[in-house]
């Protein structure tokens, strides 16, 4: 079951960054052309929150499974020279909390807005400061604190 949810984690993870890059955009777009906020934009919004609570949900699994993390709970203080552990035990997983919460404020308050305009700009705002989070604690390939392939089978 743990390598089934890494490679669902890993797929699912692209899933999220492709749907809110192409939320921000759009929401760029209405913002600065003074769009009207439309059906699509609406399904972008819904569907961009929903797919970040499926990744939330795999990876709550997947921490609780996590050898590295289990390791980590038990020996906080032994990193064997590693920051890999404390990553995935703390970094990780709050950094990805905090951005799903951005999301999550961000959708639900830009459903609310009355404008058009403020909708465009409260999604965008939200959205990229998650974006952001959600770049920083990916680990990719190049990290150093730990190094993950972009797909991984």
């Known amino acids: 079951m743990y390598y089934s949810l890494i490679i669902i984690h890993s797929i699912v993870r692209w899933l999220v960054v492709v749907t809110l890059l192409y939320a921000v955009y759009r929401a760029y777009i209405g913002y600065k052309g003074s769009r009207l906020f439309s059906k699509t934009d609406n399904f ?3 569907t961009t929150a929903t ?3 499926i990744q939330l949900i795999v990876g709550i699994l997947l921490y609780s499974k996590s050898p590295i993390v289990k390791h980590f709970l038990i020996h906080p203080q032994n990193s064997e020279g590693s920051l890999e552990p ?7 997983i709050t950094a990805m909390l905090v951005a799903i919460v951005l999301i999550t404020v961000g959708s639900s308050l830009a459903k609310r ?8 700009k409260t999604m965008f705002w939200w959205f990229c400061a998650a974006l952001i989070l959600i770049f920083i604690a ?9 190094q993950r392939p972009f797909i991984r089978f």
């Open 51 to 53: 797919i970040a609570h």
């Open 86 to 92: 404390l990553f995935f035990g703390v970094l990780h």
């Open 44 to 46: 972008i919004r819904h």
């Open 138 to 146: 990916i680990p990719w390939p190049f990290s150093p604190l730990a």
């Open 113 to 120: 807005k009355d404008a058009d305009v403020e909708k465009f």
